[in-house]
Structures are given as structure tokens and as C-alpha cells.
């Protein structure tokens, strides 16, 4: 009879399997990605693998020229996005907002109000060689979307996770998506007034909601997802 370890190792070795399978089959037409993730992963943060592999597929299929993301940290999605980006896209552009005051869950868990971030992850996109495809803006989502005007290819909304924070970043920057533009939220599985406001993001600024790849929701202008995307989803449908 197998003893609860036994069982507990097997569960774990095919969670295992399923991780693995699921990046490689994301990342099957999109070459490289392996090679990259090595870099990325030596920048702290808490973005997956499995999402950075769902964000390169994307980039290696849409080829977006504009991708803006709405919370940086130190810089290891940012890494991941210019890095894809230098690879598939004749024009890239990555704009990252973040007023680099500190991450919600960092500065709730130390009682601090404020650590300051933004050399580090300066430090972090020049080692990484990505210096000239990354547009840094120091400051709140609302006040750059108040003088925006250009068309958003891929839209990350990483920035405070609140219902009324997400909500903003999701209203204000959504109309500038292209005809096929995409939107990632960071978090829809972790925080119930996450998920809330992106579901009235999607309803008011009529966005199909594709599904989720690990915690992050996916959804766009176009009723289906890009192929990687597809495949992403469904195969961490099984890691839940």
C-alpha cells in the first residue's frame, strides 16, 4: 500500500511534468526562449515561467511594436518583455510606468511606506542590453495616460493590486489597444477585488476574456487568443 509520501512525491513529480510540458508546448513556434529566461530569472521579482513563457509566445506570434507595462519593480517582466521584443519585433518599444515607490505585498509585509526602486531596475535593463528599447517613465499610470496618444499593441497591468487601482489602469489605458490588441492582468487568482475589476474592465470596455495562464488573465480586442496564448491556457488549466 503507498504511504502518503509516496503518493505526495508522485503528485509532485507530475506537477512537475505539467509545468515543464506546458512551456515547452507555449513556446514551441517561438524559439529561444530558454536561452532568455536564464537572463531574466536573475532579476528578482515574482513573474512565473510559465507566464514569461505565455508573454514570449505572444510577442514571437503578434510581433507588437508598442508594449506598455503598468508596474515594473526591479525589472524582471520588463526583462523578459524587451528581451522578446529585440527578438521578433522591427520597431520595439517597451514603455514601463512604475513611480518606483515599492511593491504592496513588500511594504504591507515591513510596515514601511515607501522603498524606492528605481536604480536598481535601471541597472537591471541596461545589464540586459536593453537600453534602447525601453522607455522608462518614473510616475503614477494616471498621470502618463493623461497626455497619451499613441496605440498600445500588448497592454500588462501589474501596477497596485486594488480594486479601484485596477480598475483605473484597465479604463484608462484600454481604449488605446489596437483593433488586436491584447491586455494581461497580474493577480486576477490571487485578490478577489482584483478579479472583480478586471471582470468590469472587460464588460465596460468590451474585451473577450480569453482565461488565465497561471494567476494571470488574458483578454483582447479579437474574440480568439493568439495560438501560444490558446495553448498556454490550456495547459495550466491542469496546474489549478
Not at 32 to 38: A, D, L, N, P, V
Not at 60 to 88: C, M, N
Not at 111 to 121: I, M, N, S, Y
Request: include cysteine; aromatic fraction near 10%.
Amino acid at each position: 500500500m503507498a504511504t502518503n509520501t509516496h503518493v505526495q512525491s508522485v503528485l509532485n513529480g507530475a506537477g512537475e511534468w505539467l509545468r515543464s510540458e506546458a512551456i515547452v508546448q507555449t513556446t514551441r513556434h517561438a524559439p529561444g526562449f530558454s536561452e532568455e529566461w536564464s537572463k531574466v530569472e536573475q532579476v528578482p521579482g515574482w513573474f512565473g515561467k510559465i507566464n514569461a513563457a505565455a508573454f514570449w509566445a505572444v510577442i514571437a506570434e503578434k510581433k507588437p511594436e508598442t508594449v506598455v507595462e503598468i508596474g515594473s519593480y526591479l525589472g524582471r517582466s520588463a526583462a523578459l518583455l524587451g528581451l522578446a521584443l529585440q527578438k521578433f519585433s522591427q520597431h520595439p518599444r517597451l514603455v514601463s510606468i512604475d513611480p518606483h515607490t515599492g511593491d504592496r505585498q513588500q511594504k504591507e509585509a515591513l510596515g514601511v511606506d515607501e522603498l524606492p526602486t528605481a536604480t536598481l531596475f535601471r541597472l537591471h535593463m541596461e545589464g540586459l542590453g536593453l537600453k534602447d528599447v525601453i522607455d522608462i517613465r518614473i510616475a503614477t499610470s494616471h498621470d502618463v495616460a493623461l497626455t497619451w496618444n499613441d496605440p498600445v499593441d500588448l497592454l500588462y497591468i501589474d501596477g497596485w493590486h486594488s480594486y479601484d487601482a485596477v480598475l483605473e489602469d484597465g479604463t484608462s489605458w484600454s481604449p488605446y489597444l489596437t483593433s488586436d490588441g491584447l491586455v494581461c492582468f497580474d493577480d486576477f487568482g490571487t485578490y478577489d477585488e482584483v478579479k472583480e475589476a478586471v471582470l468590469k474592465t472587460c464588460k465596460d470596455m468590451k474585451l473577450h476574456l480569453y482565461g488565465t495562464v497561471a494567476t494571470q488573465a488574458w483578454a483582447g480586442r479579437q474574440p480568439t487568443p493568439p495560438r501560444g496564448l490558446q495553448t498556454a491556457i490550456k495547459w495550466t488549466r491542469f496546474l489549478h
